[in-house]
């Protein structure tokens, strides 16, 4: 059951998809109260209580304990002092003994989660302006609370099937070059790969929609010839345009009216990747419809996936701001004192600080100006939505690859998420394992994170580790950035192990894909805290390094340096299978209770239920080429199982369970 409750006047976000009368009846659970911070919603917490959602955000899948702030922000690093980070997602679930409910706050500005931050046993969700609807989402189980919420917020965005392969990704210097020299290597190896990403080194001058003209003389040549190869081109999107006569979405875009003003009417100026920029306003349709279409100057020449960034928004200053900042810096000249010398501490905020923008940074709406705060954490989704629009426009039956940064519930319907800038830390391989769960309640199934982690140096250990885990999660990016330690995996001396590893990845791609189209086609989480599943099991309740995927697995990936094992709980007796290649595997049927599992650096475990099975093929060096005749079914079987084995062109939008399901009889 869900229902409805209105606040002030909320601002239409699109997030739901079932258009709900508001009840006019007093909100269940929360004591409501307008104090200083804004409209307050205050939720006494049970002894036993955790909070699950908030997809990305930091801290343990159980969020209760910390203060979150939904208020899109690029604030890198992701450490666990942090309180926002590039998404908002206003979906919490509570579960305890005596009650489990979900509620999503849907409040496109500033708004404050404190889960016990304050208060131990007090959840207060404060709403800076106090215009929103609030949603009270029940049901019988937490599986059922989220599939619940995931119908009022409608369906999840569908991948091509070539999205699952494997997807290698460098900021500093991409070209034709690079691009050719990884693919010798990986076929040197027998790695298996579909894509490649071209970060914003590899356009010109960083502006969108362009090649770099030296390090990709022929783009579309190029695009051809590597789509001749399987290979897929995902090149970069960033939000803003620069100012400047010479580029076309810049002429196009003035002409048009599409670009967010300041509070003088002038068009709002930062200064990003590209220089001088101006922001397209994505509240408006004219502005989605002129963005969309620009996308055709790749479509046309055959790039299929494209990832959107930059766009909480990210804006490295303002004009006014470089006077502030140079206004400081002779201020700490002249009068020299660490505690002067601190203020640069937070520098960053002195050349623009989005909190302060107040009215220099507008929206039209409705043939309204609105200033950003207001509708801040859309911004990002906005953008995405005209980005599907292009694709639409282009061809409304092909399915396109595309991941974003910023997002907004909502817009789960549209695109994936890669989960930002990370760190090659062994904590950001945890974190990874503990967002999939919070992003899966909120719609997004298309995720993951920079494989080795994008920010620092990773090592062979780290990076063979995460990608034990990544092989089981749908988006499978393999990214670093300028000024870090080259990361494409054969320039590791674990190059033949990691090339195992991603071999393993395209055998299980038959089941990944199975299990991820079903979940998307039932509303369901591909991925779950056991908690979820085992909701009598104390035990389960408190495991926070394990999950379960699809309707058999569950996941206990090594995420310790220098670990040689690591301990388990089984909620139910399992299989547990060891793997250091597709062939060189073993297969250990283990009983329900805690257990010590001994995995060497170059093996991985995971766990299958007693009486299931799942599906594993021959592994091929393309997606498209992975043959489901080469099926086999492994499980633990004490009687035969039944597998609803999903499958489809990969291609297409036309696609129901009924068409696309056959049953695959496992026997022991």
């Given at each position: ?40 919603f205050?939720?006494p917490?049970q002894?036993?209580?955790a ?18 702030i ?49 208060d ?31 119908k ?55 502006q ?5 003209k ?11 010839e ?15 345009i ?11 875009g003035?002409?048009d ?30 502005t989605?419809?002129w ?26 200053a ?63 989704a ?7 629009e ?26 994936g998420?890669?989960?930002?800038d ?6 950001h ?19 993951g ?29 393999n ?26 990845r ?43 995927m699809?309707?058999e ?32 595997y ?31 093929a ?34 297409s939008?036309?696609?129901?369970l ?11």
């Amino acid at each position: 059951m869900i229902r409805k409750y209105t606040y002030g006047t909320p601002y239409q976000t699109y997030a739901a998809v079932v258009d709900l009368e508001a009840t006019g009846e007093p909100i269940p659970y929360f004591s409501v109260e307008q104090g200083e911070k804004g409209l307050s919603f205050s939720l006494p917490l049970q002894e036993d209580e955790a909070v699950y959602g908030l997809g990305e955000n930091v801290r343990g899948i159980n969020k209760r304990g910390y203060l979150y702030i939904s208020n899109n922000v690029d604030d890198a690093p992701e450490t666990e002092g942090k309180h926002s980070l590039y998404a908002s997602h206003n979906f919490i679930l509570v579960s305890g003994k005596q009650r489990t409910f979900g509620v999503f706050f849907d409040d496109p500005a500033w708004f404050s989660f404190d889960l016990g931050f304050t208060d131990p046993d007090m959840a207060v969700m404060t709403s800076r302006f106090g215009d929103l609807s609030v949603y009270i989402i029940e049901g019988s189980t937490a599986n059922e609370i989220v599939k619940n919420f995931r119908k009022l917020i409608g369906p999840s965005y569908l991948p091509p099937k070539w999205a699952f392969g494997f997807i290698q990704s460098r900021f500093g210097g991409v070209s034709e070059a690079s691009i050719n020299e990884t693919l010798a290597e990986y076929e040197k190896l027998g790695l298996p790969i579909d894509s490649f990403c071209v970060d914003i080194d590899g356009l010109d001058e960083y502006q969108n929609f362009t090649w770099h003209k030296e390090n990709f003389l022929d783009p579309e040549r190029f695009v051809k010839e590597k789509l001749e190869e399987g290979i897929h081109l995902i090149p970069i999107v960033d939000v803003a345009i620069r100012k400047d006569e010479k580029i076309l979405e810049y002429v196009t875009g003035a002409a048009d009216d599409v670009f967010c003003r300041n509070d003088r009417g002038e068009d709002f100026v930062g200064y990003v990747w590209p220089g001088t920029c101006v922001f397209p306003d994505y509240f408006q349709e004219k502005t989605r419809k002129w963005f969309g279409h620009a996308y055709q100057r790749y479509l046309n020449m055959g790039v299929h996936g494209f990832w959107n960034d930059m766009n909480e928004p990210a804006v490295f200053a303002e004009p006014e701001g470089f006077k502030r900042g140079a206004e400081k810096l002779n201020s700490i000249c002249e009068e020299y004192s660490f505690l002067k010398f601190g203020e640069l501490m937070d520098f960053q905020k002195i050349l623009y600080d989005p909190e302060k923008a107040g009215d220099k940074f507008q929206h039209c709406i409705d043939g309204k100006r609105i200033p950003n705060e207001r509708v801040h954490n859309l911004y990002g989704a906005m953008m995405t939505q005209g980005t599907n629009e292009g694709f639409l426009e282009y061809d409304p039956n092909m399915r396109f690859t595309l991941f974003t940064r910023s997002s907004y519930i909502g817009s789960h319907r549209y695109t994936g998420i890669w989960l930002g800038d990370n760190h090659s830390w062994w904590s950001h391989l945890l974190q990874n394992l503990k967002w999939i769960p919070s992003m899966n309640m909120c719609g997004y199934l298309y995720t993951g994170s920079d494989l080795g982690g994008f920010n620092g140096d990773t090592t062979d250990e780290l990076m063979l580790r995460w990608l034990q885990l990544g092989i089981f999660i749908p988006l499978m990016r393999n990214h670093s950035a300028w000024g870090t330690r080259q990361q494409e995996l054969w320039r590791f001396s674990y190059k033949e192990k990691m090339a195992k590893v991603v071999n393993i990845r395209y055998a299980l791609i038959p089941y990944l894909y199975s299990e991820f189209m079903k979940c998307a086609l039932r509303d369901e989480s591909m991925y779950r805290p056991l908690a979820f599943d085992y909701p009598d099991d104390e035990r389960a309740r408190r495991v926070e390094d394990q999950l379960m995927m699809g309707g058999e697995c569950m996941l206990a990936p090594v995420y310790e340096q220098n670990a040689k094992g690591r301990y388990v709980y089984l909620p139910e007796d399992m299989l547990m299978v060891r793997m250091r290649s597709v062939d060189d595997y073993e297969e250990v049927k283990l009983t329900k209770g805690d257990h010590y599992i001994e995995v060497d650096t170059d093996q991985l475990i995971f766990f299958i239920k007693r009486n299931t099975a799942i599906p594993v093929a021959k592994p091929a060096m393309r997606v498209k080429d992975i043959d489901p005749s080469t099926i086999t079914m492994h499980g633990w079987l004490d009687q035969p199982y039944i597998y609803e084995f999903y499958d489809d062109d990969g291609l297409s939008k036309n696609v129901t369970l009924e068409k696309g399901i056959r049953h695959i009889k496992a026997v022991n």
